[in-house]
């Protein structure tokens, strides 16, 4: 079994993380209930006749995933995964609208050809004009950890050499605020919800410096009282104790279900960093991906912003990050990174 | 296994049915769709409150047909694999779908604020629902996942089952896919003129689209520990599987069909198989005018002159989409245990340029090795290989 490496990460999102790299010095506020992501010039990575036709998820994750090869130096992955909770919705409304407003009448092709969950994958599979495995996972908060996941099996057990692995959700325009409306105001998701894509490329190959993706493990139901115990699980798997970890990166956004993560990082001591991200990027189905994209940067570069941190202990060298992240107490992922 | 289908709600009555070369094929009723007249569809005989009823759903439950179709197909395979306890081993759930809560957001979108009773639907629109409601009904709570590559998303479910159990991340999955009929896929469909009039005609030079279906299909995977353990009978074994994209088109298929060309070369070098070792081909043959060409020619080029029995079973279910890898893989598991081709129904005259003819009538031989095609939209290509 080879170890698996991460050798690039990209991410669009509503902050400063495209252009420069992650930029949070003058970090976007973002206060209303829905937050836009910081758009890039797409037209520098897309063809202009591709890019009127794609939608915004298609735009952001055509972009992350070409821009996160070419930080790698691949041409051409061994496989292209993508992950997204609610697909191109984006295309699925403007399909859907037609069909209403025009009661199944006069209708175009071109929403509903660019409305399947695949499109992302199957976009940059012919930009690349790469034949590799594909593949698309659409499961709610595991969409990305699920793709993420396979990668890891291709890298670790199937002779894979690199694989982009992405996560995907753009906000759309109508079915978010039905999202919205059923959202509980008091107990439910108080950060805004938002969009993104992150991207990464995963290999076999150990560079200088190289952050491994050590482990990640999913569980579709655990109770707020198992999860020490899955976490220490999880932990010992990986030869670590919480001591170990020197910073827990949550997925907290304000809902009652925080509380699950709570109980994560009253596993860890005092010295272990306890960092947060929501309250910058917002909520979305694949927002962990950011959270894999800020360890990424964190272990690489050894900085963490204070606007990042829970309280005021901060490590002076990161080696190991964890990364916890759930949707209303169910869907759990722990990531393991070190470098 | 565990299957519903339009030609059936189990094992059982889907093998009859194929045996007596029984179509479910007919007109429309279920949806009201200002087409229902101008296509023919597969659909499953029971409606939602029949399925929930079956299932022992409480009466206001937000499952919608997607889940439903799902669940009952999930629960048969548990049965037939003598499964009581899911949780005696690390047990994982590996779904597909392509519309995921698409029945439902179609019916109510516009009711949303209004209609406080559709509400409960909204949180289950996004694909992944349908699987959360599955997993937590058959009480599975570790891995459980959702793939969507349209076409092809049954048969990438189970090669992931597959591969996990192969690494001991998991010692048993349940995999497959579901899809209802929706009238978000039928205009979708119909806008790219896909959609036949007639019965479908697979591998028929005079063939005129496909026909949409519905169906849900799972299968249970277990590692040859558990089966030594428990002493289980081995329906058959997943040999070989291929994965390749096309990166052609978003929706048509390249003219020499290399995607499917590797991924059925992909399957045989994972399975050790030669092509002559395959026994039986269960298409894709959706019978529409690109996929049938193209999918011949990937044929032609990795079997050559010597292509092996083949069939397609659209013309049975109609294709039944991100269901489909999953369906047909309960039909290849039936072929090898009955040692039986199903026929390629509605043919008459082979393609000009390939020449290739399916098995017409039901066909009885030794089965070792059944190939099974799955491709989709977005270039995904994927084959599977069962064997006794």
Known sequence: MKACYIHSAVSISAQNTFETDLNLSESNPITSKKANANHPQYKTYIAPGALRRMATGVKMGVTAGKKALEKANITNPDAILTGTGMGCIEDTENFLNALIANDEAYLTPTSFIQSTHNTVGAQIALALQCNAYNNTYVHGALSFESALLDGQLLIKNDDSRSVLVGGIDELGKEFIDYTLLVEDKKHGVQVPFSEGASFFVLSSEKQEKAIQLNDIKTFSNITEQEVPTVLNEFLAENNYKPKDIDAVICGNNGSVYDSYYSKARAIFPITTSQLHYKHLFGEYFTASAMALYLGVYILKNQQIYDTLIIGDNSKNSIKTILLYNQFNGRDHSFILLSL | ?388
């Open chain 2, 1 to 388: 296994m565990g299957i519903i289908s339009a030609i059936g709600n189990s094992v059982c009555e889907n093998l009859e049915a194929l045996l007596a070369s029984k179509s479910g094929i007919s007109s429309l009723s279920s949806l009201q769709t200002h087409h229902a007249n101008s296509i023919k569809v597969g659909e499953v005989n029971l409606t939602n409150t029949q399925l929930s009823d079956v299932l022992n759903l409480p009466k206001n439950n937000a499952f919608t047909r997607t889940a439903l179709l799902g669940l009952h197909a999930a629960k048969q395979a548990l049965l037939n694999a003598n499964i009581t306890d899911v949780n005696a081993y690390k047990t994982g759930f590996i779904s597909s779908t392509s519309v995921g809560g698409m029945d439902k957001t179609e019916m109510h979108i516009k009711e949303y604020c209004s209609n406080k009773e559709a509400q409960k639907y909204i949180n289950s629109h996004h694909a992944g629902d349908s699987t959360q409601k599955m997993a937590d009904a058959i009480g599975i709570t570790g891995f459980v996942t959702t793939i969507s590559t349209a076409c092809s998303s049954a048969a990438n479910a189970i090669m992931l089952g597959a591969r996990l159990i192969k690494a001991g991340t998991l010692d048993r999955v349940i995999v497959g896919g579901v899809d209802p009929l929706s009238k978000f896929t039928i205009n979708g469909f119909k806008t790219l003129m896909i959609l036949s009039d007639s019965n479908c005609r697979p591998f028929d030079a005079n063939r005129t689209g496909l026909n949409l279906g519905e169906a849900a299909a799972y299968l249970v995977l277990e590692s040859q520990e558990i089966v030594d353990k428990e002493n289980k009978k081995v329906l058959g074994y997943l040999a070989g599987y291929g994965n390749a994209n096309d990166a052609f088109h978003q929706t048509a298929s390249s003219q020499n069909g290399e995607g499917a060309y590797l991924a059925m070369q992909d399957a045989l070098k994972k399975g050790h198989l030669v092509p002559s070792d395959i026994s039986y081909i269960n298409a894709h043959g959706t019978a529409t005018a690109n996929n049938d060409i193209t999918e011949s020619i990937a044929i032609r080029r990795v079997f050559g002159n010597t292509v092996p029995d083949f069939s397609s079973t659209k013309a049975f279910t109609g294709h039944t989409l991100a269901a489909a890898g999953a369906i047909e893989a309960v039909y290849a598991v039936l072929a090898l245990q009955e040692n039986v081709i199903f026929p390629n129904l509605n043919f008459k005259t082979p393609i000009a340029t390939t020449h290739l003819h399916p098995v017409t009538t039901v066909k009885r031989k030794e089965i070792h090795n059944v190939l099974s095609n799955s491709f989709g939209f977005g270039g995904n290509c994927s084959t599977l290989i069962f064997s006794k």
